[in-house]
């Protein structure tokens, strides 16, 4: 399994990259947006990341229908819907860049065109390709040319495309490339979640990329996200979470969205898995206790006298504190007595010829 590593930083197991996407739930506004960036900084997300698109350059006026749960947003079109959230430029997202680089974490903003990722990519660690752009030829070869670690999700996306993804952007010169499994539906169902693609990915890609998971499900009326904790436990080294500060406002990316509060909750569990799961190094100095009183000696069942022959009948193992381990059971049995021991006493190499 490949880690995920921005600079000096890597990401591990139980230790993955958080990128909390806020996209444009900030609904326009600069002082939201940057709000939402010091919410997400405090509930543990590694990056804050956005949208950055301009409605004509990313759907047809008048044939881009919603493919989203419109219970939830009204709005009948995509054009409709992008025109109304895609009033940053430039000097927006400079500004929060900075506040990014003022809380400690990194900035992120997915492009949806070549002007995007040409101006976005000076400003952040990595970038992202969305879903839909998985077969964006044009996009992918431009945003592998940056000379930065390329993150591509794989919603809606055939085994076959994925493969022809990954392929261009190698070609196009992206050196460091990770998939994240994903359900491209607005919200996903925890049972339509397919998690277990998540291993599909590492069995395919897992020795040239490093995997990990975008998530739409709808966190539970508690706050749990079972989808994220999951795709942590299967080796996800990258999870991406919509996020919000109002999880009831109308609109299509707040209700399936995690707040500072769900965010917090989560990455406190996985500190808790983190230290529970340790480092992989054999460590016994925490059993020394056991090791000294719960394992079993070569105890003598009878009295003998010295220049005795020990026979395996004469021997029984019981747990003690001192003595010959039973571990050397068979470099006792067939030993002469040096000298003459009682019953029922834990035998001593200084005892034996």
């Known amino acids: 399994m490949q880690d995920f590593r921005l600079g000096d930083r890597v990401f591990g197991y139980l230790n993955p990259y958080i990128i909390a996407e806020i996209g444009v739930n900030h609904e326009g506004s600069l002082e939201r947006a940057k709000q939402l960036i010091e919410a997400a900084a405090r509930g543990g997300a590694h990056a804050a990341k956005f949208q950055t698109y301009k409605a004509e350059l990313l759907a047809a006026k008048t044939t881009s229908p919603a493919y989203w749960d419109q219970t939830k947003e009204a709005t009948s079109s995509q054009y409709e819907l992008f025109q109304r959230w895609d009033n940053f430029g430039d000097s927006e997202y400079e500004a929060l860049a900075q506040t990014c680089a003022e809380v400690g974490i990194d900035f992120m903003s997915t492009p949806f065109d070549f002007d ?4 976005l ?4 660690p990595a970038i992202k390709v ?10 992918i070869r431009l945003v592998a040319s940056k000379g930065k670690p390329v993150i591509i999700s794989t919603g ?3 085994m076959d495309e994925v493969r022809t993804a990954v392929a261009i952007a190698s070609e196009a010169g992206a050196t460091e490339i990770t998939l994240l499994h994903c359900i491209l539906n607005y919200p996903t169902s925890l049972e339509n979640a397919q998690l277990a693609q998540i291993d599909a990915l590492k069995a395919e890609f897992g020795d040239r990329c490093a995997i990990g998971y975008s998530d739409h499900v709808t966190p539970e009326p508690d706050g749990d996200v079972p989808a994220l904790l999951t795709a942590t436990l299967l080796g996800s080294v990258v999870l991406e979470k919509h996020f919000t500060d109002d999880k009831t406002a109308t609109g299509n990316d707040h209700y399936h969205a995690v707040d500072e509060v769900d965010l917090l ?6 500190s808790r898995l983190r230290a529970g799961y340790g480092n992989g190094v054999r460590d016994l100095s925490g059993q020394q206790a056991a090791i000294n009183n719960a394992r079993r000696r070569v105890i003598i069942k009878s009295d003998k006298p010295a220049g005795y022959v020990i026979t395996a009948e004469d021997l029984i193992p019981l747990r003690s504190n001192i003595g010959i381990e039973i571990a050397h059971w068979d470099q006792v049995v067939g030993r002469t007595l040096a000298t003459a021991v009682q019953a029922e006493m834990p035998l001593e190499w200084d005892q034996l010829v």
């Open 116 to 119: 995007a990722a040409n101006a």
């Open 130 to 139: 969305a879903s839909a752009d998985i077969t964006n030829v044009p996009l």
């Open 265 to 270: 909750r989560f990455t406190t569990e996985l």
């Open 156 to 158: 809606a996306a055939t």
């Open 121 to 124: 990519a000076p400003l952040m």
